[in-house]
Each structure stands twice: as structure tokens, then as C-alpha cells.
């Protein structure tokens, strides 16, 4: 067998810190518990929305950046982050992390100014920033190659349920109290979070000549912030808006030159050519579509449950648990058909299956049994599960020499980008085919959303709208499917051959 490069078999055979079994458990735990705290934080106050409103009189768009300022600043300081906690240490990273977030939360509470408030949520999507790629590159660390492929499948679980738990969640905590609540329930648990993490996390050894790159961080966050910015804006301000082609055409100029940039250093702090790797290359195409497809149906299916039927927020999420257990109970499947057939072929048939539950999903209509609806969902969870343990292993597995922070927020910021994007275009595509199916002369209000138009208390212009949503609905959802089912010919084709992760691969290499 052709012996691999002798960096790549470092990185895939670093020894794991010393640590007993029962310590690598509560490392486990207490670094999943940051990160579902801060994946759950993405979506939590999309359902107190209308309660935020009330409490401090925001208007549309500074609700819509109360919401998104979070996952702006979080998804633009993934990459800086994940290669500072290379250079200087991991879990002064995730300790510094979680008490910004921390404390961001907590003097949320105490506003009703949504300026503020805003800054305030920005602020803590600085923290989730540097808490996201941490968790996995420590979990990395402190777990024998052997054992990594589990590591993934509960670290990719926690991702894919976090942010449906949190809506439960969220629910939940409304039902009896108002808006602050929810960001008094992050403060609170962070602060636990942290305190954990502290006793419990080991400290490593960084970098014996750590060599910052402050170019590259302001290329790639701003680069990052200006696409994240101009899709998350697009379905309100139009594709064609001058302000979302200079924001959208902005980052990717600066991600040009960041790509440039690191591709001159000796020691770059992301090495782009790893994109060209089978391995590194198509986890990374998996991640993006997968979570494209997943954010955006997410957005979508909260709108279909809460509006045309009709359920409470609390319900709504609840719902989203069908989902949910299908992560979970999928994504240990995956690992274990991972080790015989390799990660690829998985992580493309977990595209399918996803592409599957989502055309389930788009034939049925306001009048379909709930039962089904529900049913048709588990497929769509089942996808997730079984796409992201493969993914996140091809990235992981073929990060070089300690880059296992890096490769952890390129998987992250991949995810946040290609989830940002989903929104944009899938709610572009409900709206134009919403806006398009509205018959002649509805009331003016129904044209602006949905919920406007039911706002009425009209039955016709309700039954009209709802018409004309559902038919902006299935097609979005289709369109959504047919990406997943190109996404998954590409990683099939493009993926790496054989058996097992690249890892495992690596460690045969040896012998």
C-alpha cells in the first residue's frame, strides 16, 4: 500500500490527550452542551418575535436584525476564530467564548431599546463565534483516531437537532413568561456551561511559535459578512437592490483576495488548496447543500405549520421534534455504513433521502392529515443524519497538522453560509410564487405576507392566500430537492473511493 504523506499521517494519527474515560465523557458533554446552547440560539427568538415586538416597539427591519445580527457577526467570525484557537489555545477560546455570550445574554435582559438589543445579539454571536469550532476540534483532540468517528456522530446530531430543541424550548418558556426569558435561559445555562468547562476541559499545547495572520482574518470576515449580509437581506430588499449586489459582490471580491492571500503565505491560516482534495472538497460541497436545503425548509416549514395549520408556537416546535429524532437515530446508522462503503456514497445517499422527505412534504396541501405531514418529515431528518456524519468526517479527517480548528470552522462557516443562503432563496421563491398566484384585486395587505392576509378575517382573501402560498411552498421545496439530488451526483462522483474515513484510510497507511 502507497505510504500517504508523512504530515497528513500525523494529523490523522495525533495521539489524543491522556485523559480517562470517564473525563473524555464529561468533556463530551460539556462541549455539547455549549454547542447546542448556541445552535439553539440561532433560531430561539424567531418565535418571540411578535412578544419582542410588543416589548419594545421594534419595527419590522430592526426585528429582522435583532434576529440576524446574531447570526451575521457569527458566521463572518468562524474562520478568524478557528484559527486563533489554533495558535494560542483551544480552550481559552472556548472559556472566552462562552462567557461573551454569557454576558451578552444577560444585559439583553435588561433593554427595551432595540438598537441595543441588536448590539447586544451581535456581541453574542461573537461568543457562539469562538465556542463553534472549538467543541469539535477538542473533541478531536482528546479522543484516539479510533473513537473519532462516534465523536462525529454526536457532535453532528447535537448540530442538527440543536436548533429544533431550541424552538421547543423557546416555546416552552413563553407560554408563561415574555421575550427576556429565553435570553435569561442562555445566560444562565452559559454560565453553567462555562463553570463545567473549566474543571473539566484539559488544557493543550499550542503553537511554540504562533504566527498570527491579521490580513487574512480581516479578509475572510469581512469577505463572510458581505455575502451573509446581502442573502439575508435579499428576499426583503430584492435580488437586483443595489445594496445586496454591492454587499454580495463585495465579499466575494475580499473572499477572492483572502484566497489569494493565503495561497502566498508559507503558513497559511487556511490552506485553500485542501479544497482540491477529494476528501476535504466534497465534505465541504455536502455541508453547503445540505444546510442550504435545511435552513431554508426549516424557515419554511415554521411559517406552514404556524399559519395554514394553525398550530402555537409550542406546537410548531414540537412538531420539528418528528425531524429531530430522525438526526438522532439516523446518524449513528450512517457512521457504522461509513466504515464499510466509505463516507461519500453515504453522504450522497443521505442527500436523496433528504430530496425525498421534502417532495413528501410539498405534494401535500392545507388539508392533508397531520399524521402525514409529520411522517412525510422523518424522511427529511432521517437525510440530515445520515449526510452530516460523513461530511464532517471527510473535513475532519483531512485537516493537516494541528488545522483541527480550523477545519472545524470551515465545516461551521460552510454551514452558516450555505444556511443563510437557504433562507434567501427559498423565501425568494415563496414570495415571487406567492405574490404571482394571488388573484386580481385581493386586498392590498394580503399581498404583503400571509399573515397579513388571515390578519383580515376574510375567508375568501384567506382561503386565496393560503392557495397561493401553498403553491409558493411546494415549489420551493422542490427546488430545494433537485439541489440536494445534483448536490449528491457531485459528492458521489467527486467524493473519495473505499472503505472507512480518511482517517482510518490514513492509519492502514502505516502497515
Not at 412525510?376 to 461530511?391: K, R, Y
Request: glycine fraction near 10%.
Amino acid at each position: 500500500m502507497t505510504r500517504l504523506p508523512e504530515p497528513l499521517l500525523s494529523a490523522a494519527l495525533a495521539a489524543p490527550v491522556p485523559l480517562p474515560l470517564g473525563r473524555r465523557r464529561a468533556v463530551t458533554v460539556a462541549l455539547c452542551s455549549a454547542l447546542g446552547l448556541i445552535v439553539a440560539s440561532v433560531s430561539m427568538l424567531n418565535i418571540a418575535l411578535p412578544d419582542l415586538a410588543r416589548g419594545t416597539g421594534a419595527d419590522t427591519t430592526e426585528l429582522l436584525w435583532i434576529v440576524n445580527s446574531y447570526g451575521l457577526v457569527y458566521a463572518a467570525l468562524l474562520l478568524p476564530a478557528g484559527a486563533v484557537g489554533d495558535l494560542f489555545g483551544r480552550r481559552r477560546l472556548l472559556i472566552g467564548g462562552l462567557a461573551v455570550f454569557g454576558l451578552a445574554n444577560a444585559a439583553s435582559c435588561f433593554t427595551d431599546t432595540p438598537s441595543v438589543l441588536i448590539a447586544f445579539r451581535a456581541l453574542a454571536g461573537a461568543g457562539a463565534a469562538a465556542i463553534m469550532p472549538t467543541t469539535l476540534s477538542v473533541l478531536v483532540d482528546v479522543h484516539a483516531p479510533a473513537e473519532r468517528a462516534k465523536v462525529y456522530v454526536i457532535w453532528s446530531s447535537v448540530v442538527g437537532v440543536g436548533s429544533i430543541v431550541g424552538l421547543v424550548v423557546s416555546g416552552a418558556l413563553l407560554e408563561p413568561w415574555s421575550w427576556e426569558s429565553v435570553l435569561a435561559f442562555n445566560a444562565i445555562a452559559a454560565l453553567v456551561i462555562l463553570v463545567v468547562c473549566v474543571v473539566v476541559t484539559p488544557r493543550e499545547q499550542t503553537d511554540d511559535d504562533p504566527r498570527a495572520d491579521p490580513v487574512g482574518a480581516l479578509l475572510s470576515g469581512f469577505g463572510l459578512a458581505g455575502v451573509v449580509l446581502g442573502v439575508i437581506e435579499a428576499p426583503e430588499w430584492g435580488w437586483t437592490d443595489p445594496r445586496v449586489l454591492l454587499a454580495v459582490g463585495s465579499g466575494i471580491v475580499l473572499l477572492v483576495a483572502f484566497v489569494v492571500w493565503e495561497s502566498r503565505r508559507d503558513r497559511p491560516m487556511l490552506d485553500v488548496a485542501l479544497f482540491r482534495r477529494r476528501e476535504y472538497g466534497s465534505g465541504s460541497l455536502a455541508v453547503l447543500l445540505q444546510w442550504l436545503v435545511a435552513f431554508g425548509a426549516f424557515f419554511l416549514l415554521l411559517q406552514f405549520l404556524q399559519l395554514v395549520r394553525g398550530l402555537s408556537p409550542l406546537e410548531a416546535g414540537t412538531t420539528m421534534l418528528a425531524p429531530a429524532l430522525a438526526i438522532g437515530a439516523f446518524s449513528p446508522v450512517a457512521e457504522r455504513v461509513t466504515r464499510v462503503i466509505g463516507p461519500a456514497p453515504v453522504a450522497a445517499v443521505g442527500m436523496v433521502v433528504c430530496a425525498a422527505g421534502l417532495v413528501a412534504v410539498a405534494v401535500t396541501d392545507a388539508d392533508t392529515s397531520f399524521w402525514i405531514v409529520a411522517l412525510a418529515l422523518v424522511p427529511f431528518g432521517a437525510g440530515i443524519g445520515i449526510t452530516s456524519v460523513p461530511a464532517t468526517a471527510m473535513i475532519m479527517d483531512d485537516a493537516p497538522p494541528n488545522g483541527q480548528g480550523m477545519a472545524s470552522a470551515v465545516n461551521d462557516s460552510t454551514r452558516e453560509v450555505g444556511g443563510a443562503l437557504g433562507i434567501a432563496v427559498l423565501g425568494s421563491i415563496l414570495n415571487d410564487r406567492y405574490l404571482s398566484t394571488l388573484p386580481f384585486g385581493i386586498a392590498e395587505p394580503a399581498r404583503d405576507s400571509l399573515a397579513s392576509a388571515l390578519a383580515l378575517g376574510d375567508a375568501t382573501t384567506s382561503s386565496a392566500a393560503v392557495d397561493a402560498f401553498m403553491n409558493g411552498f411546494s415549489a420551493a421545496l422542490v427546488v430545494a430537492a433537485a439541489i440536494l439530488l445534483l448536490g449528491a451526483v457531485a459528492v458521489a462522483a467527486w467524493g473519495p473511493r473505499g472503505r472507512g474515513s480518511a482517517g482510518q484510510d490514513r492509519a492502514s497507511a502505516l502497515t
